[in-house]
């Protein structure tokens, strides 16, 4: 069975600075893996989806990468803006299962 | 486009009644699916359903029921609710699951918040 677990589950950080966030899942036969953002009381906003034969993805100031081989990915977002400020979840698209496994999220908060 | 939309946004419920949520889409997607968000536990996938007239369970199935009659709507019932399913429910949606193709990943509803008393 697949588990993801996301390092650290909060994370407190000053405007400007570059950050990672981190997820590891257990079982490296993946579909693919995708980001999301959540804003409190809200969806999930799908933010970057790395296909399992990629290595990274970038939309603006975020980049995603993915090392299947050592069961990782991380976000890394750059000059960091209070609007950053949200819950960040990873999931990884199982090939054996037809579902999405979650993180538990890292709850990021960019102080001004 | 509306995306995914889920009807209702709030609900309270006594245990022993029913409800139905409502999820739709308009993007033609293929895929639909129900999780549930609780604090502590992540999202959980409840059910879901690969295409029109199919349904599968997914990691929390038990004291839910689902139906997919039509390819845009993605129905989730509890026949006697229970105060363990409060909870935020949200519905997602993808173009294709393990179709092969590359996917353009999940979209997901603003969810609906249930309250069992």
């Known amino acids: 069975k697949q588990e993801v677990t996301q390092i650290p589950a909060a994370l407190s950080v000053p405007e400007g600075e570059n950050l990672v966030l981190n997820c590891s899942f257990t079982?490296?036969?993946?579909?693919?893996l995708q980001w999301f953002r959540q804003d409190p009381g809200k969806g999930l906003t799908s933010l970057l989806l790395?296909?399992?034969?990629?290595r990274e993805q970038t939309s603006g100031r975020l980049n995603a990468s993915l090392d299947k081989s050592s069961g990782r990915s991380t976000l890394y977002i750059a000059a960091s803006q209070p609007g950053d400020s949200a819950t960040y979840l990873c999931?990884?698209?199982?090939?054996?299962?037809?579902?999405?496994?979650f993180g538990g999220g890292t709850r990021l908060m960019v102080k001004p | 486009n509306a995306g995914v939309t889920q009807t209702p946004k709030f609900r309270v419920l006594k245990t022993g009644q029913s409800m139905t949520l409502l999820c739709a889409q308009d993007m033609n997607h293929e895929y639909m699916y129900w999780y549930r968000q609780d604090p502590g536990m992540g999202l959980r996938l409840i059910h879901y359903s690969v295409g029109e007239g199919t349904t599968a369970k997914g990691e929390v199935p038990d004291g839910y029921n689902v139906s997919r009659l039509k390819k845009q709507n993605f129905l989730l019932g509890l026949e006697s609710a229970a105060p363990s399913q409060t909870s935020v429910y949200f519905c997602?949606?993808?173009?294709?699951?393990?179709?092969?193709?590359?996917?353009?990943?999940?979209?997901f509803g603003p969810g609906t918040r249930l309250t069992v008393l």
């Open positions: 790395i296909q399992s034969s990629q």
């Open positions: 997602a949606s993808s173009y294709t699951g393990l179709s092969g193709l590359a996917g353009d990943g999940e979209f």
């Open positions: 079982d490296s036969a993946i579909y693919n």
């Open positions: 999931a990884a698209f199982d090939n054996a299962g037809n579902m999405l496994t």
